[in-house]
Structures are given as structure tokens and as C-alpha cells.
């Protein structure tokens, strides 16, 4: 199994509140993603880094931010928290553009 | 540009076959095949690029039809461990290999 954690594994908060998920991986991947996951919908990507301090927007991004200072973690921040961003977040890693993905186990973000 | 799985859900009984497919309307440069239980991550299967080619992984295997810009799963004498939601992502050529996830298969395998 790819060494990727997720930081916290469940959180819940209330709307307004700022949230910061952690992703940390162990391959030394340059490629580093972060999706949501919801009923329906499947897997969106929010944003994704291809190097330290190089980031770019994915498909549903609004209310999201991302810093990555070094390659082996990836922050997803949500400045202020609403319940349409109640949902399962996942971090992925890979080591080139189009290469396979692998997936850490997840964040359940509640947002009250 | 969110590529169409089919069929949104199968159930099979153990030791039957099942074929999923997933179709994009732009032209892919690759497809991505995942397995996710629930409450877990997905789990990587395989991965195709364009030039129609086939590839296998124990008795699950897939095509990409170019022509079609279509992929399909192949899933042969089911055991009980293949049940879970199937997803596809696809990268469309000139999309700097982002990749779109499918909504998702959901295959049951019941003894």
C-alpha cells in the first residue's frame, strides 16, 4: 500500500469555521490531489500540486485552498465552512501527470 | 465531460460474469479503473491508454475502444471479494492528464 495519511480521519464543525485537512505521504510523489467525494457524484477533484508550492484549480474549487510547503504534505484549507462542503474528502498521490493514483483513506467532514 | 458508467448497479451470484462499461464524448488519452468498498478508499485496478489495447488482472480484465472513446471492465466467474462500487477516470487528450471520475457501478456478488 502507497504511505498516505489523512489528518483527522472524521471531524465535525460548524458553518463559519475555518478547516484544514492534512495529507502526508511517504513515496516522495510529486504529484499530489485532493477530491471529494459525495452521494451521486463521485469523486471531484477540488485542486492538486504538481510540486512544492505549485498548485492549480480542479473542477468544483470554490471555498477551497490548498498550500503544499513541502512535498510530502498537502493542506486543504476551507476558510469558512458551509454544509455543501459536508462531505468525504480524499487525498491522492502519483508520481507523474498520468500515472496511477493512489488514494488515502479519507476524511469525513461534517459541517453543522 | 464527466465520462457515463453502465449499468449503475448489477447483483450477480457467485461465479458469474458481468461487463462494465464507461464512455466518454471527447476523445481520452486513458482510463482509469478503480475498486472502492465501502467506507474505504478506492483501490487501483488497472489502467488503459489510448491505442485500444487490453489489459487483465486475475480474472478482471478491460478494453479501450478509441474509436468509441469507450472502456469496458470484464469481471469473470465473480467471487464474493468482487463486490464494491466501480469507478472509471478518464483523461481527455490536451486535458494535462487531469482525470473525471464516473459516477460509479455498484456490483453485489451474493453467494
Known amino acids: 500500500d502507497a504511505g498516505i495519511t489523512q489528518s483527522p480521519r472524521h471531524k465535525v464543525t460548524e458553518t463559519g469555521t475555518p478547516v484544514t485537512l492534512r495529507c502526508h505521504q511517504t513515496?516522495?510523489?510529486?504529484?499530489m490531489y485532493w477530491y471529494r467525494q459525495d452521494p451521486g457524484h463521485g469523486l471531484r477533484l477540488i485542486h492538486y500540486?504538481?510540486?512544492?508550492?505549485?498548485?492549480d484549480k480542479g473542477e468544483v474549487s470554490d471555498g477551497y485552498s490548498v498550500s503544499r510547503s513541502k512535498t510530502e504534505d498537502f493542506l486543504l484549507t476551507l476558510e469558512s465552512a458551509t454544509s455543501s462542503q459536508t462531505s468525504v474528502y480524499f487525498c491522492?498521490?502519483?508520481?507523474?501527470?498520468?500515472?496511477?493514483?493512489?488514494f488515502g483513506p479519507g476524511t469525513r467532514l461534517t459541517v453543522l | 465531460q464527466q465520462p457515463v458508467q453502465s449499468p449503475q448497479a448489477v447483483i450477480l451470484r457467485e461465479g458469474e460474469d458481468a461487463v462494465i462499461n464507461c464512455s466518454s464524448s471527447?476523445?481520452?488519452?486513458?482510463v482509469h479503473w478503480y475498486r472502492q468498498k465501502h467506507g474505504e478508499a478506492p483501490v487501483f485496478l488497472m489502467i488503459?491508454?489510448?491505442?485500444?489495447e487490453q489489459k487483465g488482472h486475475e480474472k478482471i480484465s478491460a478494453s479501450f475502444n478509441e474509436k468509441k472513446q469507450q472502456s469496458s471492465l470484464y469481471l469473470t466467474a465473480s467471487q464474493l471479494s468482487y463486490s464494491g462500487t466501480y469507478f472509471c477516470?478518464?483523461?481527455?487528450?490536451?486535458?494535462?492528464?487531469?482525470?473525471?471520475f464516473g459516477k460509479g457501478t455498484l456490483l453485489t456478488v451474493n453467494p
Open positions: 491522492a498521490i502519483s508520481e507523474g501527470s498520468g500515472d496511477t493514483q493512489y
Open positions: 513515496e516522495n510523489h510529486r504529484y
Open positions: 500540486s504538481y510540486g512544492v508550492k505549485d498548485t
Open positions: 471527447k476523445a481520452l488519452y486513458s
Open positions: 488503459l491508454l489510448k491505442g485500444g
Open positions: 477516470g478518464t483523461a481527455l487528450v490536451g486535458s494535462n492528464y487531469k482525470l473525471t
